[in-house]
């Protein structure tokens, strides 16, 4: 367990925590005034390594060495961000001993966005520790700043990651699709509509950057069924119909052996260390990436009976009390700016169909497939 201390006065700033691997969501943006949920579970904290933050010119405007340390590897508009690295995120409620900084309260169409840097800081020594986050339209967090806080050991037993049977048997899968709540509207106060669940849009927004950059642009598949409703529209729309079809296939923890002529399968990565699954005895297909929990739903899906039972079906009484989840009004998109965050940090970014694919994303965002 670790306590984060500040590195002015070593004031204790959080309570014990348990590293685990930074969410596919972390940085997304969703909507407008929408409200969205804490992002880290209460008592872990996770840590940013990619840079992001402010801009500079990408390497072929003259900045070749930054960009290849950094991994990032092209960008749409010339531009590249970052400088920003090693930071902590926690809970909002995992804070101790510190306070606001009134000055430093930017945002506010909500909340706090952290735009003007640290808003936190430490009670007794008054050094800027962290920057609290929950505007509207982001997860709420507090992010700590590596140059300000320390890590302390609390505990001195190391805690393996677990096996995947025992995280698998723990899981818990994430709906595809939620209530969303947003402010305002036609009457005033609260109000919520189902939606995709903002969780899967950014985990295929990740997860679509590894199918495409895996793909080489020929034409992938999916399998049916929800897989094929999350990803094959847009990889339809963004790869080529000519030559042999790349087939991907969902593999992990508890799923039979997938078909030999698999190329790509859906994996999911560890929820402690961010690793992806992997067959026992290796592979040569390319590891797709998905948060546990989406995973889980696809690989496993939960039966959804009807609201109303057709004729001749189970009488209603057998059913269950609760109705289904009412379906989204619209078609799944991706969430395009974790698909852009993703695929520029992959090596095939600089190839010129990928380039094409970024230059054309807010076309694609029009249309209704991001």
Same mark, same amino acid.
């Given at each position: 367990m670790i306590v984060f201390v500040c590195a002015e006065c070593g004031a204790e700033l959080t309570a014990p925590l348990s590293q685990v691997a930074l969410?596919?969501? &972390?940085?997304?943006?969703y909507g407008d005034g929408v409200q969205l949920?804490?992002?880290m579970e209460p008592g872990t904290f996770a840590v940013e390594s990619e840079s992001w933050g402010p801009s500079w010119p990408c390497r072929e405007k003259g900045a070749p060495d930054a960009a290849a340390v950094l991994g990032i590897?092209?960008?749409a508009d010339g531009l590249l961000s970052g400088n920003v690295t090693d930071s902590f995120v926690v809970a909002p409620g995992d804070t101790r001993g510190t306070v606001l900084i009134p000055e430093k309260s930017s945002g506010y169409c909500c909340g706090l966005d952290g735009a003007d840097?640290?808003?936190?800081?430490?009670?007794?020594c008054g050094l800027p520790v962290a920057s609290r986050i929950d505007d509207c339209s982001l997860w709420q967090a507090v992010w700590l700043a590596s140059n300000a806080v320390h890590r302390h050991t609390v505990s001195d037993a190391t805690s393996a990651p677990l096996p995947w049977a025992d995280v698998t048997a723990a899981a818990v899968g994430t709906p595809p699709y939620e209530p969303i709540t947003s402010w305002g509207g036609r009457q005033l106060g609260?109000?919520?509509?189902?939606?995709w669940s903002p969780q899967w849009e950014a985990a295929a927004g990740r997860a679509l950057a590894h199918l495409l950059t895996a793909s080489g642009g020929q034409p992938v598949s999916v399998p049916h069924g929800l897989t094929a409703e999350v990803f094959q529209r847009a990889l339809d729309a963004l790869l080529s119909t000519d030559g042999p079809t790349l087939h991907a296939a969902l593999a992990g923890p508890n799923l039979p052996s997938p078909d030999t002529d698999a190329g790509l399968l859906l994996v999911p990565e560890h929820p402690q260390t961010g690793e992806p699954w992997a067959p026992a005895g290796g592979t040569s297909a390319y590891l797709v990436p998905l948060p546990l929990g989406v995973w889980l739903w696809l690989a496993f899906p939960e039966p959804h009976l009807p609201?109303?039972?057709?004729?001749?079906?189970?009488?209603?009484?057998?059913?269950?009390?609760?109705?289904?989840?009412?379906?989204p009004g619209h078609l799944f998109r991706?969430?395009?700016?974790?698909?852009?965050? &993703?695929?520029?940090?992959?090596? &095939?970014?600089c190839d010129p169909w990928l380039h094409k694919v970024l230059e054309n994303l807010p076309t694609h965002m029009r249309t209704g497939l991001f």
């Open positions: 969410p596919a969501h &972390t940085h997304q943006n949920p804490v992002l590897h092209a960008s840097g640290p808003n936190m800081a430490c009670e007794v609260l109000y919520h509509w189902w939606s609201a109303d039972p057709p004729p001749q079906a189970l009488p209603r009484e057998l059913l269950r009390d609760d109705p289904p989840s009412p379906r991706i969430d395009a700016g974790v698909f852009q965050h &993703t695929l520029l940090r992959l090596p &095939t970014a």
